[in-house]
C-alpha cells in the first residue's frame, strides 16, 4: 500500500485507504462504473466482508480485482502464517449463482503477469476476478528478471460510444458471448443504472421468469467464452506418465523440486500447473488429467479444496495431500509422498 501511494500518482494512478473492506470494494466498484481500472487487497476474513458487493459486481456486470493474500483461518486465526484455505470462500462464497473468475499466482515473477491477466480477464468479460496469493509468496524475496513488457497485452472493455445505438441503448442487451458495451458516465444517449435487481437489457428491474432465466445465461456464457483466454497449463516431468502431480499457487517451487528429485530416482512424473482455479480450463488439462492413473493433489489446507474440485469435474477420486500447520510444503515432503505413490 505505502509503496502503491507513492508510484501509481507518477502514472495517473490513485491509492486510497478507507474505514473497512465494503467500504474498498464499494469505492473500487464505483470508479470501476465510471471507466477506471480498479483492484483492492485483502486476506480471507476481509474477502468476506466483500461477497455481497461481489454479487453486486457480477449482477451489474462491473469489472474488478480483488486480490486475496490467504493467511491461516478461521477467522482470525494465524495472521502471520500461510495456508491456500480461500479457494471455496473464492469460487462459491457467493449469495445466488453469479459469474466470478479465480486466479492463482505460482511465483514471485508470475505474480506481475497473472495481476496483468485478472484485469484483462475483468475487462474483458466484465467480471470480478479473484487473485489468491498467500502469505508465504506475499512476504517471499527474491530476484527475477525484470519484467518484459513486449510480452504483455492489455485488453479494455468494450466502451458504448456517442452515437451508438440510435439513442436505444441497452447496457445489459443478449449477445452471443454474454459481454454488452458499457457506457461511460455522461456518454451522450448512454445513460443507465447499474442497479443489484435483475433488470430488462436497459437496466429496468424485471422480476419475472423469462428475463431472469435470460440474464442468468447470459452473464454466464462470459465464463464459458473466457476460458478461451485463460493462460496456459504449465507442465513439468515426463509427458507419458502413468502418475501425475497437480496443485496450485506458492507450492509450485516445492512440487518441481521434488518432481526433479524423483526423477532422478528413475520414477517417471508429470506435474501439472493450472493458475486459473475457477472455473476449471478444460482441454489439455482435462484430457492429461484423466488420462495418469494415479493423481496426487498436495494443498495448504485440510479439506483439499482444489482436490474436491478436480474430483467433481473431470475424474473420480485423487491422492490428496495435505498439511495444515501453518507452513508451506518442503520439497522433500511432496518427494516422500510420490515415493510413497510409485
Avoid at 511465483?107 to 475487462?123: G, I, M, P
Avoid at 459481454?179 to 445513460?191: E, F, I, K, Q
Wanted: aromatic share 8%; glycine share 10%.
Amino acid at each position: 500500500m505505502e509503496f502503491l501511494a507513492t508510484e501509481l500518482p507518477k502514472v495517473g494512478g490513485i491509492m486510497m485507504q478507507v474505514e473497512d473492506e465494503i467500504a474498498a470494494l464499494g469505492m473500487a466498484l464505483g470508479a470501476s462504473y465510471a471507466g477506471k481500472k480498479v483492484m483492492t487487497a485483502t486476506a480471507g476474513p476481509g474477502l468476506s466482508l466483500m461477497t455481497e458487493l461481489l454479487g453486486l459486481a457480477g449482477m451489474a456486470e462491473v469489472p474488478v480485482v480483488v486480490a486475496d493474500i490467504q493467511r491461516a483461518g478461521p477467522s482470525t486465526g494465524m495472521p502471520t502464517k500461510t495456508e491456500q484455505g480461500d479457494l471455496n470462500l473464492a469460487a462459491f462464497g457467493a449469495h445466488g449463482e453469479s459469474p466470478r473468475i479465480v486466479i492463482a499466482p505460482i511465483n514471485v515473477e508470475d505474480c506481475f503477469y497473472t495481476t496483468v491477466t485478472a484485469f484483462n480477464l475483468a475487462e474483458r468479460y466484465q467480471v470480478p476476478v479473484l487473485l489468491l496469493s498467500d502469505q508465504a509468496l506475499a512476504t517471499r524475496n527474491e530476484c527475477i528478471p525484470k519484467p518484459d513488457l513486449a510480452k504483455v497485452k492489455v485488453f479494455d472493455r468494450l466502451v458504448h460510444r456517442d452515437g451508438e445505438g440510435n439513442n436505444n441503448y441497452l447496457r445489459y442487451q443478449y449477445t452471443e458471448d454474454g459481454v454488452s458495451p458499457m457506457a461511460l458516465p455522461g456518454t451522450p444517449g448512454g445513460a443507465y443504472v447499474a442497479t443489484g435487481l435483475e433488470h430488462s437489457e436497459a437496466g429496468r428491474p424485471r422480476y419475472d421468469p423469462v428475463t431472469h432465466t435470460k440474464m442468468t445465461e447470459k452473464r454466464f456464457r462470459k465464463l464459458a467464452r473466457a476460458v478461451a483466454d485463460f493462460p496456459r497449463v504449465d507442465t513439468y516431468g515426463d509427458a507419458g506418465a502413468e502418475l501425475g502431480i497437480v496443485s496450485w499457487g506458492s507450492t509450485l517451487g516445492a512440487v518441481r523440486e521434488a518432481v526433479e528429485r524423483a526423477q532422478a530416482q528413475g520414477i517417471k512424473i508429470l506435474s501439472f500447473y493450472p493458475r486459473v482455479l475457477y472455473p476449471l480450463p478444460d482441454g489439455y488439462l482435462i484430457d492429461q488429467l484423466k488420462r495418469v492413473k494415479r493423481l496426487i493433489v498436495p494443498e495448504v489446507n485440510s479439506q483439499g479444496q482444489f482436490a474436491n474440485l478436480i474430483e467433481q469435474r473431470y475424474r473420480g477420486e485423487v491422492i490428496r495431500y495435505n498439511i495444515y500447520g501453518g507452513l508451506p510444503f518442503r520439497a522433500g515432503e511432496i518427494l516422500k509422498k510420490i515415493e510413497e505413490v510409485a
